[in-house]
């Protein structure tokens, strides 16, 4: 396996709304039997709400109370503000009263990585902003025509069918740097070796 991200769909939107994207994975759906085993998105609210909506299955459940609370133990003082903070926003807070936590801020199947690590998928989306800032770079108008933004997607969309003939034929394409790789593989060994009943041993 290349690890290599490829782009298979281009979107044009008029907006970033969760209404935009709804619309966009219902003309993906209808081309294909469109069933992703996971998204990688940044931190977009219409996004993210398209993904709850239209593809409900994507999200995945969590053992990240108990981890995080077995992790906390591990820290000296001077850290709980900011384990106070990332509690609050990414794990969710006890409830005052009764039993259960409020919701956290961000939903934390948004930003546990542990499935994407396990299955050796790309865990930030860098490599598809990386992209886009180089698409854009070659688009130097700002505003460009459908016909020009048409002719440097063509273009872009060569290249990648390429990709995909070589990765096919199971042939390398060009990857990240060794020191990349090799943090790669650190962190998926260590997550493949991960074991819930020794958390405390964290």
């Given amino acids: 396996m290349t690890n290599a991200i490829t782009p298979l769909v281009y979107g044009l939107l008029i907006g970033k709304s969760a209404e935009d994207y709804n619309l966009f994975f219902e ?4 081309q294909d039997n469109f069933q992703p085993e996971s998204i990688m998105t940044d931190f977009e609210t219409g996004t993210i709400k398209s993904v709850k909506d239209m593809l409900p299955n994507i999200l995945h459940k969590d053992q990240i109370i108990i981890g995080f609370d077995l992790i906390c133990d591990q820290f000296d003082d001077d850290a709980d503000d900011l384990l106070e903070y990332f509690e609050r926003a990414c794990i969710c807070v006890p ?5 259960g936590r409020k919701k956290p801020q961000v939903d934390h199947r948004l ?3 542990h499935d ?3 299955a050796i998928v790309p865990r930030p989306n860098n490599s598809v902003e990386d992209w886009h800032n180089a698409f854009a770079d070659r688009v130097p108008i700002s505003h460009p025509t459908i016909v020009k933004l048409g002719e440097k997607i063509r273009r872009e969309q060569s290249k990648f069918e390429v990709d995909m003939t070589k990765i096919l034929q199971r042939h390398d394409i060009k990857t990240k740097k060794a020191c990349y790789r090799k943090s790669d593989e650190r962190i998926t060994r260590l997550a493949n070796s991960f074991d819930p009943t020794q958390l405390d041993q964290v």
């Fill in 95 to 99: 409830k005052r009263r009764g039993t």
């Fill in 27 to 30: 003309k993906v759906s209808e």
């Fill in 111 to 113: 930003w546990n990585i």
């Fill in 116 to 118: 994407r690590v396990v």
